[in-house]
């Protein structure tokens, strides 16, 4: 399918012919009861899940404790995958961001091939740009650029001594890298989970390595604790200084909460860019670079250069809708729209900013 204009409308359209054509290649009651026919996208696009479960035992990682056992592909074919994102009122094909890797690892033996077989349907039917995280070398990385020629490509890295991470070691990563690079993607170095006490010992040389590898931009991001992740994090590696950081009490067994980490943050930025590299304030941001898009949804844009897009797809789409706005402010910075008549619905916000590219208030 080719898209030859991209006006919300358009979008919509074709969001609507997908479903139509599809319908006989799908299993409808299935596909419509997935998770991905009605979650609502995250702040970094709508991440995809090819699978569930992963047999890697990072120490950090908090999948168990999302009662998921085992390692698991969808049971969704590609083409099922498309027709549930379709069929989500949140999804705009060609716009929204999608992230794969993150309740499983997307290069696992049990999932790679529905890995593939997901990112070849999206970029058939839906052309979204694609970003997938990993740990893992994919076994034929030629594959990523067939499905998307633009694929934002981040690995992951906690530590250079890789003590976290057992059954992943940090100097294949740096090999793959290379190897990722080499064939003209931009791979990114994602720096998560940063753990204090461990992520910042020796984090020159993994920056260093990185840099030696081809990588051009680093993204970083913060641990995310449950009580049991705590628990062996502390006991393990004596880390007192996790606990002191834990934002707020736990709700319960199965609760993650952030820790702050803004001082490391800083730390590991400033080291980076004496070294050259470019700092991504979030995954997203590597996905809109790597895609030549822009944004300029949150304050820590815009990321690429945005400009405002058509004020006209605003009032086409509330006309659809029967909903009648003012636009009070149309700009690269806000949108702010007053409902005179009709029922507005969080996914008109959602549909809008992911087209846009820009915050949108209601008053
Ligand atoms: S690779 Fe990711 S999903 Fe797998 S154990 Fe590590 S953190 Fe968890
Ligand atoms: S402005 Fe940049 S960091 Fe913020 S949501 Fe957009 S891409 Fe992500």
Same mark, same amino acid.
């Given at each position: ?120 349907? #999206? =970029? +058939?039917?839906? /052309? ?9 070398? $994919?076994? %034929?990385? *030629?594959? &990523? ?96 200084? #996790? =606990? +002191?950081?834990? /934002? ?9 909460? $952030?820790? %702050?980490? *803004?001082? &490391? ?99």
């Amino acid at each position: 399918m080719i898209y030859t204009k991209e006006k919300l409308m358009d979008l919509l359209d074709a969001k609507r012919q997908i479903l139509k054509d599809l319908r006989d290649a799908v299993n409808v009651r299935k596909v419509v009861n997935n998770e991905h026919s009605q979650r609502k996208p995250i702040f970094c696009g709508m991440t995809v899940h090819p699978g569930d479960g992963c047999s890697l035992g990072c120490l950090y990682c908090y999948v168990c404790d999302m009662e998921i056992s085992g390692v698991k592909a969808s049971d969704l074919t590609g083409v099922e995958l498309v027709y549930a994102l379709a069929f989500n009122k949140y999804f705009l094909p060609k716009k929204t961001l999608i992230a794969i890797g993150s309740i499983t690892e997307p290069f696992l033996p049990e999932i790679e091939s529905k890995t593939y077989e997901f990112m070849e349907s #999206i =970029s +058939k039917y839906l /052309k979204n740009p694609i970003q997938v995280s990993t740990k893992l070398c $994919p076994s %034929d990385p *030629r594959r &990523l650029i067939e499905c998307d020629e633009c694929i934002s490509f981040l690995m992951s890295f906690s530590s250079y001594l890789g003590e976290l991470e057992p059954s992943v070691n940090v100097l294949d990563r740096i090999e793959c890298l290379k190897k990722i690079i080499s064939l003209g993607i931009e791979a990114v170095g994602f720096i998560r989970p940063i753990v204090p006490g461990i992520t910042e010992k020796h984090i020159d040389e993994l920056l260093i390595s990185l840099k030696e590898a081809g990588v051009r931009a680093i993204v970083l991001g913060s641990l995310r604790v449950t009580p049991r992740v705590l628990n062996i994090l502390s006991k393990r590696f004596h880390l007192k200084e #996790i =606990s +002191k950081r834990v /934002k707020r009490r736990f709700k319960d067994r199965n609760d993650q909460v $952030p820790l %702050d980490v *803004r001082d &490391l943050k800083m730390k590991i930025k400033k080291i980076a860019k004496e070294l050259g590299l470019r700092i991504f304030p979030f995954a997203c941001s590597a996905n809109i670079i790597s895609h030549k898009m822009s944004c300029n949804l949150c304050h820590l844009g815009p990321c690429g250069r945005h400009k405002i897009g058509d004020e006209e797809s605003i009032y086409e789409y509330f006309e659809s809708r029967r909903i009648k706005v003012e636009v009070l402010e149309f700009s690269r910075d806000i949108i702010v729209l007053k409902i005179v008549k009709g029922k507005y619905q969080s996914y008109d916000k959602v549909l809008l900013e992911t087209y846009y590219k820009i915050p949108v208030k209601v008053k």
